[in-house]
């Protein structure tokens, strides 16, 4: 009885390592084996606000999936959402414009960044964002919207012209429906330019809209 009890306990040991690793892209470089080697010592120190480890790796995926290059992240908190996109423009030679209010929390986020081995990949910067997105230069194709949520509809509005066709507009906490989600929601559900998914593996919610045509 004890022996089939030790063997259930490896069992279950086994697949959650299975889980975790699976969870993290396949290392192919020094690089990659740095940022897993990171991500993976500090994965359960992430707080202020922080996505989880599965959200990141879904940030992850579409910035690889399509391609992405030019990116831009509302709210880095302490930087984790912003290695795994950082990671994911690794891939793709691109760069990611990041923006926190915080002081504390943007000095923590640079911190991390160097530990991580992503800082080339970052333009972060310190501000309000209500200001300083709207001021944005140039052209996007990927948006990842983690800040005020009363704000969600507002920061689209403001990144919509500049994001190119083809481009995608994430938005995190979406699960919560509070009055500033449900607003931006209702907002860019409705617009035929775009089609609105949700990450259907995401507890916090991630909505992802596709710019599908300019209008």
């Not at 396949?26 to 990659?32: A, F, I, Q, T």
């Not at 209500?130 to 990927?142: C, I, K, M, N, T």
Request: charged share 25%; net charge negative.
């Amino acid at each position: 009885m004890e022996l089939k009890k030790w063997m259930a306990l490896f069992v279950l040991l086994l697949f959650a390592a299975a889980n975790v690793n699976a969870q993290y892209p396949p290392v192919e470089n020094k690089l990659d084996k740095k940022i897993k080697a990171f991500l993976e010592d500090n994965a359960t120190n992430w707080r202020d606000m922080n996505v989880p480890i599965s959200d990141g790796k879904a940030l992850y995926d579409i910035i690889v999936k399509n391609g992405y290059t030019q990116a831009v992240e509302i709210g880095t908190s302490t930087g984790h959402s912003a290695i795994w996109i950082a990671w994911a423009l690794s891939k793709t030679g691109g760069k990611l414009v990041t923006i926190e209010i915080d002081s504390e929390r943007y000095l923590e986020a640079q911190a991390n960044f160097k530990k991580a081995g992503v800082s080339k990949y970052i333009d972060a910067r310190l501000g309000d964002a209500h200001e300083l997105v709207p001021e944005l230069e140039g052209q996007y194709d990927f948006v990842f919207s983690d800040a005020d949520k009363f704000w969600y509809k507002n920061y689209f509005i403001a990144l919509d012209p500049k994001l190119k066709v083809g481009g995608c507009f994430t938005a995190h906490n979406t699960a919560m429906r509070s009055n500033g989600i449900l607003e931006f929601l209702e907002y860019v559900e409705s617009l035929s330019n775009y089609k609105t998914t949700f990450d259907e593996d995401s507890r916090e919610g991630i909505s992802i809209s596709y710019k599908k045509a300019s209008k």
